[in-house]
């Protein structure tokens, strides 16, 4: 008989979207999904009495709540490319941009000044 | 079996008003502990001034962690932080809480509050257990930028207490509570993890 690969899309907070995740049960009977990407590995626990519709919106609060996070060792890498870039690399743009409509406004901002503090004689 | 440390750094604040004297707020991290006692619901005993978050197999601020070590596969009981603030100050706000330095392992994942966005959201204190808590649901595994953080929330009395907002005047204040709890698997090693820092980011005037 086949061991039979459980999986199930789920959003993967190291990855910032959803992957292949793999179900599995532990020994204390709680639910555990591991990301299949390579080099991932991350895992998402479950209780053992965790029910269907509470396993719905846990994986909805989780997406909602881990969404968005700036990993620090991601962007790292992000800045050795942005370093390997040389300013020939960056040609402006001559054409129009025709997706904007041409309406722009001048804003007003008003800001208040503090009162420097007065010296104490 | 693993044994798991942390520290926890409680800075980074702002000052708006730059005055000939520089006030400041005085911060303390605290932990409350055992079942969930009255309404709104918090810990029958409260520890002050904690200095770390040391995820173990027993709900409390005193035990050595190498001492109650999570059995690989289990989980640690949740630790209910939050942050107290008295001293001098008028307003405390802009509160972020994030984990912010320190890598996990194989098998490690670390998970928190979500954000609030408003006093029906805060996390509620429950009795604290190994069972993996499906409210924590942001996870924090991850080092990220403090900005990426979650919002937290201040108020008067105490960190169970309604009426908490994105800023306070009230003095002393606490933050929301701020639960995390280690979920390991079987594939996590034995031993010590990496020292990790869970970062509260808050602006005072």
Request: charged share 15%; aromatic share 8%.
């Amino acid at each position: 008989m086949n061991d039979e690969i459980l999986t199930k899309d789920i959003f993967c907070a190291s990855e910032q979207t959803t992957t292949s995740h793999a179900g599995s049960v532990d020994d204390n009977g709680e639910f555990v999904f591991t990301c299949q990407t390579e080099g991932c590995g991350r895992s998402l626990k479950f209780a053992a009495d965790t029910t269907p519709e509470q396993f719905a919106v846990a994986l909805k609060q989780h997406e909602a709540t881990s969404s968005g996070q700036v990993d620090v060792s991601k962007q790292k890498d992000k800045l050795k490319a942005l370093l390997g870039v040389s300013l020939q690399d960056a040609e402006p743009s001559s054409q129009p941009d025709d997706s904007q409509p041409d309406n722009n406004q001048e804003n007003t901002t008003t800001v208040n000044s503090e009162q420097p503090a007065q010296p104490q004689e | 079996m693993l044994n798991r440390k942390l520290t926890v750094i409680n800075h980074n604040f702002t000052n708006r008003k730059i005055d000939r004297l520089c006030h400041a707020a005085t911060f303390e991290w605290d932990e409350d502990h055992g079942a969930a006692a009255g309404s709104p619901a918090k810990g029958s005993s409260r520890s002050h001034a904690v200095t770390e978050v040391n995820w173990k197999n027993i709900d409390d601020s005193s035990t050595a962690y190498s001492s109650s070590p999570i059995t690989a596969g289990n989980n640690s009981y949740e630790k209910w932080q939050f942050g107290h603030f008295s001293g001098t100050y008028n307003q405390i706000l802009s509160g972020l809480f994030a984990h912010t330095a320190g890598a996990f392992g194989t098998g490690l994942t670390l998970k928190g509050p979500p954000a609030t966005t408003g006093d029906g959201d805060r996390p509620i204190y429950t009795t604290p257990a190994t069972t993996a808590n499906a409210n924590l649901s942001n996870d924090m595994t991850s080092v990220i930028a403090i900005g990426s953080g979650v919002a937290v929330f201040f108020g008067a009395t105490g960190p169970e207490a309604t009426g908490k907002a994105a800023s306070t005047t009230a003095n002393p204040a606490y933050t929301n509570f701020l639960p995390t709890q280690l979920q390991t698997t079987s594939g996590a090693a034995a031993g010590d993890t990496a020292t990790a820092t869970l970062t509260l980011q808050y602006q005072e005037n």
